[in-house]
C-alpha cells in the first residue's frame, strides 16, 4: 500500500498563506529547493486543490522556468512525471498531462487508489489536506517550517481535528527553514465523525 504525504510549506505561527493571501514571505533558496525535488521525486500521483494546481501547473505550460537552471529544470521533470489529480468544483479543464479532474474528495477513492498505487502519493492544498486528515488517510507529513510569524491567514494544519505524530527526521537549513518529517500515529488514523 503506498503512503499518503503532506508535504508543505508554512510560517512558524502555521500558516501557509497571510492574511492577504499571499505568501512571497518564504524566498526559496537552492539548498530548501533541491529538498522539496527530492521530496517528489519518488511520488506517483499528486493530489491538488484547484489553486495550489493552477499555481504548479506552470512548472509544465511555462518552460522558461525549466530553462532559468539545471535545479528548476530537474524540478520540472519531477513534476511533470508524477499524475495528478485536481478535486475543483469551479475548474472546467485541465492544461497538463496525465492529470484528472474530480468534482469532489472521495475519502473511499483515494483509499482504493492507495492500495493499489505502484508509489507513493502527496496530498497539496491545505483545504484539500483538511478532508484528507479528517478521512484518516494522511499517513506522513513534510513540512517546511519557514522563520516568520505572519499573525494569521490560511492555517497550515488542519483545525478541529487531533491528529498524533511521530517526528521521524528533522533537518535545519542555512536560512532559517526547519524540516520536520512525521508519521501519523495509527491511532490517529481513525475518521473523525
Request: aromatic share 8%; proline share 4%; with cysteine.
Amino acid at each position: 500500500m503506498a503512503n499518503l504525504i503532506y508535504v508543505t510549506n508554512m510560517s512558524l505561527d502555521g500558516y501557509i498563506e497571510d492574511e492577504r493571501g499571499a505568501f512571497a514571505w518564504m524566498p526559496m533558496d537552492d539548498e530548501v529547493f533541491v529538498l522539496c525535488t527530492d521530496l517528489l521525486r519518488p511520488v506517483g500521483t499528486f493530489l491538488y486543490g484547484r489553486r495550489l494546481y493552477e499555481a504548479m501547473a506552470v512548472w509544465e505550460t511555462d518552460a522558461a522556468l525549466a530553462a532559468q537552471s539545471d535545479l528548476m529544470a530537474d524540478f520540472a521533470s519531477t513534476w511533470q512525471a508524477a499524475s495528478k489529480v485536481v478535486y475543483s468544483t469551479t475548474l472546467s479543464a485541465v492544461s497538463t498531462a496525465d492529470t484528472r479532474l474530480e468534482r469532489r474528495f472521495d475519502p473511499a477513492a483515494v483509499k482504493e487508489l492507495k492500495a493499489t498505487a505502484s508509489s507513493d502519493l502527496t496530498v497539496g492544498g491545505a483545504d484539500l489536506a483538511t478532508q484528507a486528515f479528517t478521512a484518516g488517510l494522511v499517513d506522513e507529513c513534510h513540512l517546511l517550517v519557514w522563520p516568520v510569524v505572519v499573525g494569521g491567514g490560511k492555517p497550515g494544519l488542519p483545525t478541529g481535528t487531533r491528529t498524533d505524530l511521530e517526528l521521524l527526521a528533522e533537518r535545519r537549513f542555512r536560512n532559517g527553514v526547519v524540516h520536520l518529517h512525521y508519521r501519523v500515529l495509527d491511532s490517529a488514523r481513525q475518521p473523525t465523525a
